[in-house]
């Protein structure tokens, strides 16, 4: 049991640094290409065809244009001065497979976030999170949630963790 948890870990920590992605949409035209062979190898991991790395940008909010990007499936604003919460507008990137948020100055997390169907990874490390909206119990589909580095309360936890399925990994 303990080496299913430390792989799954392990393979959610590449998933978040972005080892593990592979890039499957030729239109794509970010800085986001894994040579050919590291895409081959990764690619039963996960797909992620629509990519947008916004991380170490020193970003104080997400750029409004981004809500308009309804296709993207995977989100990097980790590493910046984020504070407050994400934009209620989170919730038109119906799309989102992958949300990384970690290593910012956010105090909360929108209620909208709960929305987003098809999340299955939602990092929001290291923050400065207090509460945790209870809607993020309707994310049926999540499958890593990461709220370590946070004070976050507990009691918020637990009432998402019930909602939440059984096997949803919470980092704590």
């Known amino acids: 049991m303990k080496k299913i948890i430390l792989s799954t870990i ?28 590291d895409a081959q190898k990764n690619e039963e991991v996960v797909k992620i065809d629509n990519k947008l790395n916004l991380s170490n940008q020193n970003l104080s909010q997400i750029p409004a244009y981004v809500f308009g990007q309804t296709d993207l499936e995977k989100l990097d604003v980790s590493n910046n001065q984020i ?21 910012n100055q956010m105090t909360g997390v929108p209620a909208e ?7 299955q990874i939602l990092d929001l490390s290291n923050n400065q999170l207090t509460g945790l ?7 049926q589909n999540l499958k890593t949630l990461n709220i370590s580095g946070n004070n976050y ?11 939440l399925p059984k096997d949803t990994i919470i980092i704590k």
């Open 113 to 119: 976030i709960g929305q987003l169907d098809n999340l």
């Open 83 to 103: 504070s407050g919460a994400i934009q209620a507008e989170i919730r038109q990137l119906s799309n989102l497979i992958i949300l990384d948020a970690s290593d």
């Open 153 to 163: 309360s507990e009691l918020d936890l637990g009432i998402i963790q019930d909602k």
């Open 133 to 139: 909206p209870y809607e993020l119990g309707s994310l």
């Open 10 to 37: 392990i393979t959610t920590s590449l998933l978040l640094s972005g080892c593990a992605m592979s890039q499957t949409n030729t239109k794509n035209t970010s800085n986001n290409n894994l040579p050919a062979n």
